[in-house]
């Protein structure tokens, strides 16, 4: 994930997104491509409201200039208005509208997950990348999790890659599986062939005495 969102270069090989190379590109500009993130230790801004947290994924879309801001123009008044409204809008979607003015670090472990997963898609993206967004949840904060993932899949269209340890996510979300042992690649297919697949057994639960 870090290499397909820009945070690292890589040394060898290439990175397409809708046949465009994309290795290389700074973060800022594979975001506007219309791609996502979240990462495995969540990375909120903490002493930030739950609302601005949201708002400021918004900002970058928006072209006023520090004049704008400075002196409140009509255009600048318009479009914070607008983001405030979406923002909120959002929120309630995932059931996080009440929270809207709380610290995002005074949240409940999952639902800083799902904050992070909410403030990733106010970038609007085509693909989001969830990394491990189950890690840390105990069994009910990861049922909840899956219905947060489908509602993405279902209301926005959205292509989803998941890293996940937790098998529960891994077999209630995704279509496709792709599965690493060391590095490297033992098995791909359906949620159905992979439970079947020996070689996923014997690497995940050991062979039989």
Same mark, same amino acid.
């Given at each position: ?24 590109e700074k973060p800022y500009n594979i975001t ?16 930030? /409201? ?15 200039? *520090? ?24 929120? %309630? ?11 995002? %670090? ?21 693909? *989001? ?19 947060? *993932? ?26 496709? *599986? ?6 490297? /690649? ?24």
């Amino acid at each position: 994930f870090n290499l397909i969102s820009g945070l690292h270069k890589p040394t060898i090989g290439e990175i397409y997104f809708k046949d465009k190379p994309i290795h290389g590109e700074k973060p800022y500009n594979i975001t506007e491509m219309g791609i996502a993130r979240t990462f495995q230790n969540i990375r909120l801004f903490s002493e930030m /409201t739950v609302l601005e947290n949201i708002k400021v994924a918004y900002h970058y879309r928006k072209k006023y200039g *520090i004049f704008s801001s400075f002196f409140c123009t009509k255009q600048f008044c318009r479009h914070e208005k607008e983001i405030n409204d979406v923002a909120y809008n959002l929120l %309630g979607m995932f059931n996080l509208q009440d929270d809207a003015e709380k610290k995002a %670090g005074s949240l409940p472990y999952g639902q800083q997950r799902r904050l992070e997963i909410v403030r990733a898609l106010a970038t609007e993206p085509k693909l *989001i990348l969830l990394d491990e967004p189950a890690a840390g949840m105990n069994p009910a904060e990861a049922d909840k999790l899956l219905h947060t *993932i489908h509602d993405l899949r279902d209301r926005f269209n959205l292509a989803i890659f998941l890293i996940e340890h937790q098998m529960q996510v891994v077999m209630g979300v995704c279509e496709r *599986i792709k599965v690493m042992d060391f590095g490297e /690649t033992i098995a791909e297919g359906t949620p159905r062939e992979i439970q079947k697949d020996k070689r996923v057994i014997e690497a995940y639960l050991g062979e039989k005495a």
